[in-house]
Each structure stands twice: as C-alpha cells, then as structure tokens.
C-alpha cells in the first residue's frame, strides 16, 4: 500500500496591525474601487521592525506545532521557505529551530525562489518521507515574507507580510499530496526580483502577471497529463478536467490574479480542444471561479500578499469555512515564483481537516489586528529595519529586539 503523506497541521502568523485598503487608496488619489475590486484587496497587514521574517516563521511554527498531535522529537527536518531572510548565510531556518528549541539531530535549511521557495521545502519534505530517509520522523516547513515595494508604487497595495507553517507527515490530517503527480514550469525572466542590499522588490508589474499566466497553462498541462496517466482524474472530451477538482488554490499576490489564474487554466483547456474562448466561455469561467476558487481567497484579501506563504494562506483560508464539506475532495495547488519557478499539484482533503484547522483560530487571529492610519502605516514603513521594537511588550509570540555584536537578537 502506497503511503499517504502531507501537511498534517498548519500555524499561520500575521502581524498585529493593518491598513484598510480604502483608506489608503484614498490618501494616494486613486477611486476605491480599483484597490477593492481592481485587485480584490480590503485590508494590508504591517509588519513592525520587531516583526520580521524570523519573528514571523517561529510563531507560525510554534502553532503548527501545538495544532499538531507530533512529538517534537519526532521531528528530522527544518526548512524555511523566503525571500526576505535576515542575513546573507544564516538561515531563517536556524533561528526557528534555535528558538523552538526543536531536537539537534534535525536537518535545518533555507530554500529560495521567490515566493515558490515555500513549495520546494513542501515538496522537499514530501519526497524525503516518501523515499523512507524519514524512517517515520516528520517535516516542519515554514513559509515567512514580509512583502513590500514601498510607498506610492503601484505595487503598494500588493504589499503584506506573515508566516504559515506547516507539519509534513505521514498519514496527514489535512491535506495528502498527490506524490508524484505535478506539472512544473520555469523560465529566465526579470518579472520581480530584490537586488542585494534592497529593501524593497524591482517589478515589471503587467509583465508579472504575463509571466505568472503563462506559467500555470503550461505547469497545468503538466499535472493533467500526470493525473490522468494515474488514474486521479478522467480525460474527457469536451469538458474542462479541472473541474473535476472540487477547488483550486492560487498563489494569490492579489486576490484579483487568482481569477485571472483560473480562467488561463480554462482557456488552456479549451485550447487543447481547438475551441475559442468566447464571452460565454467567460461567463462559465467566472461562475466556475466563484466556486472552484473564491473560498479560498478569504484571508488573502485581508492580510496581502505574504510571498512563499500566499499559496498555503489561501489553503488556510479554504480549510476554515469548508473543510468539513470538503473532506475526501481532490484540489488544485498552483505555486508561482518570480523569476520564474512553478508548479501545479494536487490533494486530497483530510477527513480530520475541520477539527485540526478550527485549532487554527484564525478568525481570531484577524479579529485581535489593530486597524492603523495610513499615516501610522507610513511612518512604520519609514523605520530602519534594525529598529527594536519600543512597544511590542503585549504582542503575542516571539519578535526581533535588537542587534548585538552583529547577531540579531529575539525574545519571546
Ligand atoms: P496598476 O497598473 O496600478 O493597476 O498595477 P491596473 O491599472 O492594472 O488596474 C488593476 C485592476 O484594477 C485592473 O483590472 C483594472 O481594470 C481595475 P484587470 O484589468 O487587471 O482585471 N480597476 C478598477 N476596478 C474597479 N474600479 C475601479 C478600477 N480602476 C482600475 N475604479 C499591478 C497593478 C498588479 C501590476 C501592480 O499592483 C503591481 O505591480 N503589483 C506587484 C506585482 C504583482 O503582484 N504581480 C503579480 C504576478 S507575479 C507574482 O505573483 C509573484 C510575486 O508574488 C513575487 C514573488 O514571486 O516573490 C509578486
């Protein structure tokens, strides 16, 4: 019998305060709607100094962890998926596991492409259990970024930040991953990238989300004819496959590219048959995104755009309104990094998914933010990112303190 393997339990973090994005579309002169329905965002999280990738990844952890039934000395590997380290060659992910104080023995390492860097410490992680080198111990993937492309750009209500931390496992609570069966596509270009020593990404924003739809037609061309070769979904004339997936979660930047995402993976499909895309063909598109897709962009609309973590923030997101409807259910996973890396894969929902994610309390976790005005919001934007945090006495986990000696310093 082949193992079943995946994400057992999951432990988001988001910082304590955000923007309402009508607010800040106000402050820059643009209509409202363009933020909130252009793009699908209501609110932007902000990241204080003391909350940094690191700060960030070890409170996911520490509640995927507690969320988890796993012993911690189960535990034989570490991997921190981001973009936004805090130094050139100690990783995210020593900090977390120095400050988790997780067992010695393990594995520890960062892995790095934009925000699919999350998705190759999953896939790392799932291969690695289903090679058996795991000899039964279990995987922590942390996926941290704190996004931003600074203040008056037209990336700025793109920004966001937060952490999801996932146990990989055998016999997963939440989700088991299709092993095997995923489509990947890659390609040299300058779509976003953060040269050394810049706080804030370089974009070429239009052709970003050029480059991100080509990408998933041809990383979904690739799952398809794998899931087909093994049997998970039918090959079927004239009907769209993907809808044999009961949702599909996006890497989500904004939420707005999420439906963009889908109806490309539905014009690949109708490409395949020789069929044009027609105004009808958008229509059922839209009727199939709202569906397939909207239920998982909940938190995303409200936290922004958290890079390696967006993906599995949207999962989140799906899991804690329907995965009790959803258990048994195949989905759709598409991982998008600049520059530009992807995958699409696929999973089945856990029959344990409603009880493990409602430990999650994510809508309380949303519920405890401060809402900030813009100009709080631009004054902490302003901050030199070393700054000790002067007031984060009530926050709730671990955060950044200060530099000692060049050695980054955390307290919880
Ligand atoms: P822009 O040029 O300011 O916006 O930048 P726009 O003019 O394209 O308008 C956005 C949408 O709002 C449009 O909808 C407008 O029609 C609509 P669309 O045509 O796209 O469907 N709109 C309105 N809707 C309602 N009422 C109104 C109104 N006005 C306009 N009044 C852009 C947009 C996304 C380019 C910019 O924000 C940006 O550069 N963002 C950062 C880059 C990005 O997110 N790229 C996504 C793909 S790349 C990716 O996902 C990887 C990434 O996560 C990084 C990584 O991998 O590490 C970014």
Same mark, same amino acid.
């Given at each position: 019998m082949t193992m079943k393997i995946g994400i057992d339990a999951l432990g988001v973090a988001i910082p304590r305060r955000y923007v309402d994005m009508?607010?800040?579309?106000?402050?820059?002169?643009?209509?409202?709607?363009?933020?909130?329905?252009?793009?699908?965002?209501?609110?932007?999280?902000?990241?204080?100094?003391?909350?940094?990738?690191?700060?960030l990844a070890a409170r996911a952890a520490s509640r995927a962890l507690?969320?988890?039934?796993?012993?911690?000395?189960?535990?034989?590997m570490l991997i921190v998926?981001?973009?936004?380290g805090v130094d050139h060659s100690k990783p995210v992910a020593s900090f977390v596991h120095g400050l988790l104080d997780l067992p010695r023995t393990m594995r520890v390492y960062d892995t790095q492409h934009a925000c699919y860097g999350g998705t190759a410490g999953l896939m790392a992680a799932v291969e690695w259990i289903a090679s058996g080198s795991a000899a039964g111990? *279990?995987?922590?993937?942390?996926? *941290?970024?704190?996004?931003?492309?600074?203040?008056?750009?037209?990336?700025?209500?793109?920004?966001?930040a937060g952490a999801v931390a996932m146990v990989v496992s055998a016999n997963p609570a939440l989700l088991e991953i299709d092993v095997g069966v995923s489509g990947a596509a890659s390609a040299h270009v300058h779509d976003f990238w953060r040269p050394l020593g810049m706080r804030e990404a370089q974009v070429d924003g239009h052709y970003s989300v050029q480059c991100y739809l080509d990408a998933v037609s041809t990383a979904y061309r690739g799952w398809k004819a794998r899931a087909i070769e093994r049997g998970l979904v039918r090959a079927t004339v004239g009907e769209q496959v993907s809808e044999q997936l009961a949702r599909v979660c996006y890497h989500v930047p904004f939420c707005k590219m999420a439906r963009k995402a889908h109806l490309q993976v539905r014009k690949s499909e109708l490409e395949d048959a020789g069929t044009a895309w027609d105004a009808a063909a958008d229509q059922v598109g839209?009727?199939?995104?709202?569906?397939?897709?909207?239920? *998982?962009?909940?938190?995303?609309?409200r936290v922004g755009n958290v890079y390696t973590g967006s993906l599995y923030l949207g999962l989140a997101g799906l899991l804690s309104t329907q995965a009790g409807e959803l258990a048994g259910a195949r989905i759709g996973m598409f991982s998008y990094g600049s520059g530009c890396t992807s995958e699409f894969f696929s999973g089945v929902v856990g029959k344990?998914?409603?009880?493990?994610?409602?430990?999650?309390?994510?809508?309380?976790?949303?519920?405890?933010?401060?809402?900030? *005005?813009?100009?709080?919001y631009e004054r902490i934007m302003a901050m030199p990112p070393?700054?000790?945090?002067?007031?984060?006495?009530?926050?709730?986990?671990?955060?950044?303190?200060?530099?000692?000696?060049?050695?980054?310093?955390?307290?919880?």
């Open positions: 009508v607010e800040l579309a106000r402050a820059r002169g643009i209509e409202p709607g363009k933020y909130v329905e252009g793009l699908g965002a209501r609110e932007m999280a902000v990241a204080e100094p003391g909350e940094d990738t690191v700060a507690a969320a988890s039934e796993i012993d911690r000395s189960n535990l034989g998926g981001t973009e936004t111990r *279990s995987a922590l993937v942390v996926c *941290s970024d704190i996004a931003r492309y600074g203040v008056g750009t037209a990336g700025e209500p793109t920004q966001g839209l009727a199939s995104f709202r569906t397939q897709v909207e239920p *998982s962009l909940g938190l995303c609309a344990g998914a409603a009880a493990r994610i409602a430990a999650a309390k994510l809508g309380d976790m949303l519920d405890a933010r401060e809402r900030i *005005s813009v100009a709080e070393s700054t000790p945090p002067a007031d984060m006495a009530a926050s709730d986990g671990f955060r950044f303190v200060g530099v000692t000696n060049h050695q980054r310093q955390y307290a919880k």
